[in-house]
């Protein structure tokens, strides 16, 4: 499996969790890569834990913790 398809499995898996309701509670790594908790949105749903092994997922599940907890910035152009 290439590196691109590990990185697609897991930010799947990721993007899966998040439509369905699950928020990020906690991120923990260590040398076996990232433990990502996922807070269930409703009632009847049990935490989640994923472990990232690929880089670029460790990126992505951050961008959506940062683009959940504000709003992206307007851009200005001088023109």
């Known amino acids: 499996m290439s590196a691109f398809d590990e990185f697609d499995q897991e930010r799947q ?6 439509e369905q309701g699950y928020q990020v509670i906690s991120i923990a790594e ?6 990502v908790t996922f807070a269930p949105g ?8 994923l ?8 990126k992505h599940v951050t961008t959506v913790v940062f ?13």
Request: proline share 10%.
């Open 13 to 18: 898996a990721i993007d899966t969790l998040l």
């Open 30 to 35: 260590d040398l076996d890569g990232a433990r």
């Open 42 to 49: 409703g009632p009847g749903q049990s935490p989640v834990e």
């Open 51 to 58: 472990l990232l092994l690929t880089a670029d997922a460790r």
């Open 67 to 79: 683009a959940g907890s504000k709003p992206a910035a307007p851009i200005e152009t001088g023109i």
